[in-house]
């Protein structure tokens, strides 16, 4: 009894001892998994990506539509293509001068719908949503529509402020827009005045009037739509001091042929009396 009593000590010293062996073990595993998943100082956090815009403007477009307007040259014209990446929606946007500028302001925006089930808003709505960017001096309004080759175009009327200017200057706009189901397609934009003056509405329609098309593409439905407009030209500006006159299309004259005579050619003498 006396030997058994003198091992005790001895087991509890060494249980103590294995407590704390396995606690070293389970301390050095928590350091050990601690430094492995935390984030090295050296690498910043992962920022999450910026959202994609909803329009992206095509590099080096290559135009598929026409409007020569040489009295607004010296204003400077751009050609843009935007595709909307959700659905394929394609904007071909031409524009002379700019809203700063010193001359008239012009866009023409034809816009194709990624899907058949889009409808189009009313002039006015469809207008307001284009020129959100600009101060506008004057809220769109109707003012009726015109005739043009396309069939009747609503027109709204509007304002706006030209930048950099303190004085309150604006310029008078008259916009326009034009929608077809078949094929969903729509024409829309304005013209823009130098100043205060109201845009006249035989100068709009004889801009709309030399609106042609270069290529359809893959959409045979919008070469027919503007070839059938291109039989209602009416190719006006030719009085017109402020629009050049529309150009004439080009027309092969076909050149006769050289008229070969065989035998002897007798001149004809006047008989006497």
């Not at 403007?57 to 400077?76: C, I, T």
């Not at 005739?147 to 309150?168: E, Q, R, Y």
């Not at 009037?209 to 500006?237: H, M, N, Q, Y």
Request: proline share 10%; hydrophobic share 40%; glycine share 8%.
């Amino acid at each position: 009894m006396q030997e058994a009593s003198c091992n005790v000590p001895g087991d509890i010293r060494a249980t103590v001892v294995r407590i704390l062996a396995y606690m070293g073990a389970l301390a050095i595993l928590a350091i050990a998994a601690a430094s492995l998943f935390r984030t090295p100082s050296g690498i910043a956090a992962i920022q999450p990506a910026p959202p994609q815009p909803e329009w992206i403007n095509v590099e080096r477009p290559h135009p598929a539509f026409d409007l020569q307007m040489p009295e607004l040259a010296a204003d400077g014209f751009n050609y843009a293509i935007l595709r909307r990446s959700a659905d394929g929606a394609r904007k071909d946007v031409l524009s002379w001068g700019e809203p700063a500028g010193g001359g008239p302001y012009v866009l023409v925006e034809i816009y194709r719908p990624g899907t058949a089930s889009e409808r189009f808003m009313d002039a006015p709505s469809e207008i307001a949503a284009r020129i959100v960017g600009f101060t506008i001096t004057d809220d769109v309004k109707p003012t009726g529509e015109i005739d043009s080759k396309f069939g009747a175009v609503s027109l709204v009327d509007f304002a706006i402020a030209m930048p950099g200017t303190h004085n309150g200057r604006q310029r008078r706009c008259l916009g326009f827009a034009r929608p077809f189901d078949d094929p969903p397609l729509q024409i829309a934009g304005w013209y823009c005045s130098a100043d205060e003056r109201p845009v006249d509405r035989a100068t709009l329609n004889c801009a709309l009037d030399r609106l042609t098309i270069l290529s359809a593409g893959s959409d045979p439905k919008v070469g027919a739509l503007f070839a059938r407009a291109e039989l209602k030209r009416t190719f006006c500006g030719e009085r017109n001091p402020i629009l050049a006159a529309t150009p004439e299309r080009d027309v092969l004259v076909p050149i006769p042929r050289r008229v070969r005579f065989t035998g002897r050619f007798r001149p004809r003498v006047p008989q006497q009396r």
